[in-house]
């Protein structure tokens, strides 16, 4: 391979954060006028790498080469001059002043001291818009006005402008329907032609398949692989993402699936969100809403518990039709939910921990209009000594708690609400393992307990190793179900992709 | 491959550090008796080198007659600022519509035009609440439009007009003794000593301490105020938990009102003015913070007091009504930023 056709080439770059190697010696090169593709699970270290070359860090260790020149990426400005062009997931754009304005930000031609050059901006922005298809557009009304695919591809216009040698897309896709996915590709393709090297960063394997050269894989912050797309197919790479199977963390549970039917739901649809959504839920089981993000599995749980509304279909709790109007007649009723930022949504941070985890159960425990935390106290130390929280503390402010403290506060105050089903989100992002250890066992003791759980995770091995059974999700629809010996990494992967046995639609 | 299930398994430690300061969490609990001492200390020896004395009976009088009616407003005050809702901009306009109201209706006898002043409150609070609470309006920008609208509705509704109990009543001895009773209620003095207003001030701080502490709303209201989001994923009923936030502030207003207008004699829509800033400047001086969730009764009964002494201060000084107003609004924005200080020290949700 000769130098000189690299476009990038990324050689041995590692990066440590406190406590955890996120990028592990990673070689990665990329050609000209190719698109490579970049995949791995939540967590694999695909960001953090192209954070190194965004150059948001200044402390990566390892060479990088952009043309066969040797480039430090310490700053995001050095990284701009040496050619890395970012297309992040967000838009950076500004949504109420003009498209011109946006694209040419902080480079405005001028006519002298005081006046811009408005006509010639508007020309400058034009050809810009040419490049990516819209050429049509007109580049002085404002960005919200534009659809999403256009605000996209404008970006890229944006990004275009600084004349990148290699292009680096996150997720271009995920907010465009397929129409204008394809829209989206032939510009791709165009500025592949063009000998621009692109970076495409996907989990939608039909996408990669579709469109790129060239792909890696990595995990736990390593490259695990590396293949031409067309001698590759989806299984090795789901297989690459995986890995050998972790086991042994997750110990075994404990059968508690009774044949009761605790939950139920019938054609549950919020038109746009997700549709027809039939799934029964059992006591002393835990059932997983395996789907990727997007697919509608945290809007299910915010409809069904009257925070959200639905506009077609049934609840039933214990064989009795169920509509709630707010989330508090849910947890009176006995269905609770565990949201999936701890932060924004889940804890009153400035408070101290008995006030948290006796939030949901105020009312229960108040005497006609009166009420004091203190009459509980017993019931906080009794959860928080459970939940293993760390100091023991109740009055201890809950902003003072590490993060996988913080969400054991969070899991002791749904111990506390001692609810019949308790609705699972994302319940061990961004904790140690420790933490998610104590979680696991929680939330298992608490369905062998003759209670049951619904858990919505992108934890692949969490599900592995808690689910008693999956049904799938993928936009909006249910399309399969897993039973408990199907579940696996694999067959979790290639279901919420649309793939594999349990796929039944 | 055992190396790299090791990986998998290696703890992600949580680094952040995030201990909250201690010192400022003391200072943000007690530093109002803090100050409230070294004020009366201050007072102390500047009367003393006035010719005079703090402790006087006759001075002590006037610090609680003076702040017996900023302190009824406080007292519910606290509750939207405690809310998360910042301040009520239309308080001053609460008043004076209480006391307008309790005057015009002063025939049907003290006793049910007194039930007016306060429906009036209770009313305005629900209005407020609504907009705030339920159709989650900018409370600052409603409270000051609506600020507006009232005083609007009272120059048209009374033709510019102020308004005398004893004018407004007909000439029986029945009209005329509810309005008698009407102008008596801030002039009464309990054995003689203490004022009226001062121990029906002391019984609305009382009662706004146990809504405050002892009940499952002021409970909820601590949530909502922390977090309104995780409030709302915790089931409680946050619309409902700030309407009745405004409530109580608007009918302790409009209690703090009709004495004002009793003591002033006059109902009008002026009555009031003033009362927005010097009534957040008690709730903040007590240590509640401006952005909700913190703060006590307690601690705003320390924030009157404060403001009441140093007022009292400087008419031993002697300074002019300009002046003073400058010292109040030096004071207002110095407590409001030691507050949003205090509140980045203690890290917010």
């Given at each position: 391979?000769?130098?000189?056709a690299?476009?990038?080439?990324?050689?041995?770059?590692?990066?440590?954060?406190?406590?955890?190697?996120?990028v592990?010696r990673v070689?990665?090169?990329?050609?000209k006028g190719?698109?490579?593709a970049l995949?791995?699970?939540?967590?694999?270290?695909?960001?953090?790498?192209?954070?190194?070359?965004?150059?948001?860090?200044n402390d990566?260790?390892?060479?990088?080469?952009?043309?066969?020149?040797?480039?430090?990426?310490?700053?995001?400005?050095?990284?701009?001059?040496?050619?890395?062009?970012?297309v992040?997931?967000?838009?950076?754009?500004?949504r109420k002043?003009?498209?011109?304005?946006?694209l040419?930000?902080?480079?405005?031609?001028?006519k002298?001291?005081?006046?811009?050059?408005?006509?010639?901006?508007?020309q400058?922005?034009?050809?810009?818009l040419?490049r990516?298809?819209l050429?049509?557009?007109?580049?002085?009304?404002?960005?919200s006005?534009?659809?999403?695919?256009?605000?996209?591809?404008?970006e890229?216009?944006?990004?275009?402008?600084?004349?990148p040698?290699?292009?680096?897309?996150d997720?271009?896709?995920?907010?465009l329907?397929?129409?204008?996915?394809?829209?989206?590709?032939?510009?791709i393709?165009?500025?592949?032609e063009?000998?621009?090297?692109?970076?495409?960063i996907s989990?939608?394997?039909q996408?990669?398949?579709?469109?790129?050269?060239r792909?890696t894989?990595?995990?736990?912050?390593r490259?695990v692989?590396?293949?031409?797309?067309?001698?590759t197919?989806?299984?090795?790479?789901v297989?690459?993402?995986?890995?050998?199977?972790v086991?042994?963390f997750y110990?075994?549970?404990?059968?508690t699936?009774?044949?009761?039917v605790?939950?139920k739901?019938?054609?549950?649809?919020?038109?746009?969100?997700?549709?027809?959504?039939?799934f029964?839920?059992?006591?002393?089981?835990?059932?997983a809403?395996?789907?990727?993000?997007?697919?509608g599995?945290?809007?299910?749980?915010?409809?069904?518990?009257?925070v959200?509304e639905?506009?077609?279909?049934k609840?039933?709790?214990?064989?009795?039709?169920?509509?709630?109007?707010?989330?508090?007649e849910?947890?009176?009723t006995?269905?609770?939910?565990?949201?999936?930022d701890?932060?924004i949504?889940?804890?009153a941070?400035?408070?101290?921990v008995s006030?948290n985890v006796?939030?949901?159960v105020?009312?229960?425990?108040?005497?006609?209009?009166?009420?004091?935390?203190?009459?509980?106290?017993?019931?906080v130390?009794?959860?928080?000594?459970?939940?293993?929280?760390?100091?023991?503390?109740?009055?201890r402010?809950?902003?003072?708690?590490?993060?996988?403290?913080?969400?054991k506060?969070?899991?002791?105050k749904?111990m506390a609400a001692?609810?019949?089903v308790?609705?699972?989100?994302?319940?061990?992002?961004?904790?140690d393992?420790?933490?998610?250890?104590i979680?696991?066992?929680?939330?298992?003791?608490y369905v062998?307990q003759?209670?049951a759980?619904i858990?919505?995770s992108?934890?692949?091995p969490?599900?592995?190793g808690?689910?008693?059974r999956?049904?799938v999700?993928?936009?909006?629809?249910?399309i399969?179900?897993?039973?408990?010996?199907?579940?696996?990494?694999n067959?979790?992967?290639?279901?919420?992709?649309?793939k594999?046995?349990?796929?039944?639609? | 491959?055992?190396?790299?299930n090791k990986t998998?398994?290696?703890?992600k430690t949580?680094?952040?550090?995030?201990?909250?300061?201690?010192?400022?969490?003391l200072?943000?609990?007690m530093?109002?008796?803090v100050?409230?001492?070294?004020?009366?200390?201050l007072?102390?020896i500047?009367?003393?080198?006035n010719?005079g004395h703090?402790f006087?009976?006759?001075?002590?009088?006037?610090?609680?007659?003076?702040?017996?009616?900023?302190?009824?407003?406080?007292?519910?005050?606290?509750?939207v600022t405690?809310s998360g809702?910042?301040?009520d901009?239309?308080?001053?306009?609460t008043?004076?519509?209480?006391?307008?109201?309790?005057?015009q209706?002063?025939?049907?006898?003290?006793?049910?035009?007194?039930?007016?002043?306060i429906?009036?409150?209770?009313?305005?609070?629900m209005?407020n609440?609504?907009?705030?609470?339920?159709?989650?309006?900018?409370?600052?920008i409603?409270?000051?439009?609506?600020?507006?609208?009232?005083?609007?509705?009272i120059?048209?509704?009374w033709?510019?007009?102020q308004l005398?109990?004893?004018?407004?009543a007909?000439?029986?001895?029945?009209?005329?003794?509810?309005?008698?009773t009407?102008?008596s209620?801030?002039?009464?003095?309990?054995g003689?000593?203490?004022?009226?207003m001062?121990?029906?001030?002391?019984?609305?701080?009382?009662?706004?301490y146990?809504?405050?502490?002892?009940?499952?709303?002021g409970?909820?209201?601590?949530?909502?105020?922390?977090n309104y989001?995780?409030?709302?994923?915790?089931g409680?009923?946050?619309q409902?938990?700030?309407?009745?936030?405004?409530?109580?502030?608007?009918t302790f207003?409009?209690v703090g009102?009709?004495?004002?207008t009793?003591?002033?004699k006059?109902?009008?829509y002026e009555?009031?003015?003033?009362?927005?800033?010097?009534?957040?400047t008690?709730?903040?001086?007590g240590?509640?913070?401006?952005?909700?969730g913190?703060g006590?009764?307690?601690?705003?009964?320390?924030?009157?007091?404060?403001?009441?002494?140093?007022?009292n201060i400087?008419?031993?000084?002697?300074?002019?009504?300009?002046?003073?107003?400058?010292?109040q609004g030096?004071?207002f924005?110095?407590?409001?930023?030691?507050?949003?200080y205090t509140?980045?020290?203690?890290?917010r949700s």
């Open positions: 391979m000769a130098e000189t690299l476009a990038l080439d990324m050689r041995q770059v590692s990066k440590q954060f406190p406590g955890t190697l996120a592990d070689d990665f090169q990329v050609k190719e698109i490579h995949m791995g699970e939540n967590g694999a270290g695909k960001s953090t790498l192209m954070k190194v070359l965004a150059g948001l860090f990566y260790t390892g060479e990088i080469y952009i043309n066969g020149e040797k480039k430090e990426l310490r700053s995001p400005i050095m990284a701009k001059e040496a050619g890395i062009g970012m992040y997931q967000e838009l950076s754009l500004a002043i003009s498209i011109y304005e946006n040419l930000v902080g480079r405005l031609p001028k002298n001291a005081l006046f811009i050059d408005r006509k010639k901006a508007i400058m922005a034009k050809d810009s040419e990516v298809g050429g049509n557009l007109d580049p002085t009304i404002s960005v006005e534009i659809s999403q695919c256009d605000a996209q591809l404008v890229i216009a944006k990004v275009l402008d600084s004349h040698s290699i292009l680096v897309m997720e271009p896709t995920s907010s329907s397929s129409e204008e996915v394809e829209r989206m590709f032939s510009i393709r165009k500025l592949r063009e000998g621009m090297a692109i970076v495409y989990h939608h394997m996408e990669i398949f579709e469109i790129a050269d792909v894989v990595m995990r736990d912050g490259r692989g590396n293949a031409l797309v067309s001698e197919n989806e299984e090795e790479l297989q690459q993402m995986v890995g050998e199977p086991k042994k110990g075994e549970s404990a059968n699936v009774t044949s009761e605790v939950l739901l019938e054609d549950f649809t919020r038109w746009g969100f997700f549709h027809h959504v039939n029964e839920l059992h006591k002393g089981e835990i059932l809403i395996e789907g990727l993000a997007g697919s599995r945290t809007e299910i749980a915010r409809a069904l518990i009257g959200d639905h506009h077609l279909g609840a039933y709790f214990h064989g009795k039709e169920v509509n709630f109007k707010n989330f508090g849910a947890i009176s006995g269905i609770g939910y565990v949201t999936e701890r932060k949504l889940g804890l941070l400035s408070q101290p006030d006796l939030s949901c105020i009312d229960r425990y108040s005497k006609g209009m009166f009420y004091s935390n203190a009459w509980n106290n017993a019931l130390d009794e959860k928080i000594n459970e939940m293993s929280v760390y100091p023991a503390d109740r009055t402010l809950v902003n003072s708690f590490s993060g996988g403290n913080q969400q506060v969070l899991m002791a749904w001692d609810v019949d308790l609705i699972l989100d994302e319940p061990t992002r961004g904790v393992i420790n933490a998610k250890q979680i696991h066992n929680a939330i298992r003791q062998a003759g209670h759980a858990i919505i992108s934890d692949l969490e599900i592995v808690l689910a008693d999956a049904v999700l993928r936009e909006g629809h249910i399969g179900e897993i039973p408990k010996e199907g579940i696996t990494e067959s979790l992967l290639m279901a919420a992709n649309g594999g046995e349990y796929v039944n639609v | 491959m055992s190396d790299q998998v398994l290696s703890p949580d680094t952040r550090k995030t201990e909250v300061n201690k010192g400022i969490l200072f943000n609990r530093g109002i008796w100050i409230t001492i070294a004020l009366l200390i007072g102390t500047i009367a003393a080198a010719g703090f006087d009976k006759s001075n002590i009088q006037s610090i609680l007659e003076a702040v017996a009616l900023y302190g009824m407003v406080a007292a519910g005050l606290f509750y405690y809702n910042w301040t901009m239309s308080i001053p306009l008043m004076a519509m209480a006391g307008m109201l309790t005057v209706s002063i025939n049907l006898g003290f006793p049910v035009a007194l039930l007016i002043g429906a009036t409150g209770l009313a305005i609070g209005i609440g609504f907009m705030i609470g339920h159709l989650r309006a900018n409370p600052i409603w409270s000051w439009g609506f600020n507006l609208l009232l005083s609007g509705i120059r048209v509704g033709g510019g007009k005398y109990a004893d004018t407004v007909k000439q029986t001895d029945f009209a005329q003794h509810s309005a008698q009407f102008y209620i801030s002039r009464t003095y309990i003689g000593i203490i004022s009226l001062a121990i029906v001030m002391l019984c609305m701080f009382v009662l706004s146990i809504i405050h502490a002892k009940t499952s709303f409970q909820k209201l601590k949530l909502v105020g922390s989001e995780a409030a709302r994923f915790s409680i009923n946050c409902k938990i700030v309407m009745m936030g405004y409530m109580i502030s608007s207003a409009a009102g009709i004495f004002y009793a003591l002033r006059t109902a009008s009555n009031g003015t003033g009362y927005d800033f010097t009534c957040l008690c709730v903040l001086l240590g509640t913070l401006l952005s909700g913190k006590s009764v307690l601690g705003t009964f320390g924030g009157v007091l404060a403001y009441g002494i140093l007022n400087l008419s031993w000084i002697g300074i002019g009504t300009y002046t003073k107003y400058a010292v030096m004071v924005l110095l407590i409001v930023f030691i507050n949003t509140e980045r020290k203690l890290g």
